[in-house]
């Protein structure tokens, strides 16, 4: 079949409209699960410091009736500390590009707002998790908080070592008995997605179907383990930058993030008309006992 002579198509049409719909997508995730379940307290110096003490372990107690008393010697608290560290995010638009029609969005400077603070949030989560040491910095060098990569030493199982171990439902396990022989109480675990997928392949996990909507459930969001139920929680950083890890841990409020300054926007000077906006906080990790928690490492990621 042939068109029509001196049809008219819109293979010849000037000045036709765009078909750009009035949407922006964006798939990147925003995980921020650690910073948002732990505690929150507040920094005085850029050098954060606090206490910590412990009980005396369980001994045997029986005393001889009218017994002389003398004290105790009391083990005073400890100090520990971590370094406040400084993260921002900025950005500069043209007093054109704002004014100017755009698809999506109406205002470039709010569009972007939105986009920094959920990148600056990703990137307090990759510190608390993943910094391996503190770092007092200087006139030319950052400083650096210590994250969870860092502080926990207490409970660590990597089994072969190398990232050569599988996961195993016993590996996985001795991992939560160490963190509850030393006192903790493991209820989250933090991993990414092949770690989690073995946790769900685990031999004593029950697939079933729910036979009124007729889904297959292949997954275990809590594990029943020999120690209590734990929350087995999908990180998106821990599958891109420590996909080899799982954290362990117990009580939330053992981790405090202290904010020296919290987030703040600021419109910066410029020679230029544009606008030049930055958004900047400080902060730091307190391991309030870092033995409650634990990691298992190493682990094979293929």
Known sequence: MTIGTNAYTTYDTVGMREDLIDMIGNIDPVSTWFQSNIG???ASQRYHEWLLDSLAAPAANAQIEGDTLAGTAIVPPVRSANYCQILNKKFQITETEEITEKAGRSSEVAYQKVNKLKELANDIEYALILNTSAVSGGTGTARQLKGLTGWITSNNVTGTGTES?????TLFNDGLQKVWNEGGKPSNCIMGAFQKRKIDAFTS???NVNADENKLINHVAIY????????????????S???SKIFILGD????????LRKLKWKELPHASFSQFWAVEAELTLESRAEAGSGVIAELTTS
């Open 241 to 243: 930058d420590a996909p």
């Open 252 to 259: 939330m409020q053992l981790w405090k993030k202290a904010y």
């Open 224 to 239: 029943e383990s020999p120690f209590g139920e734990v929350a087995l929680r999908i990180h998106h950083i821990m599958q």
């Open 205 to 207: 996990n029950t697939k």
């Open 40 to 42: 929150n307290t507040k």
């Open 165 to 169: 171990q599988p996961l195993t439902e």
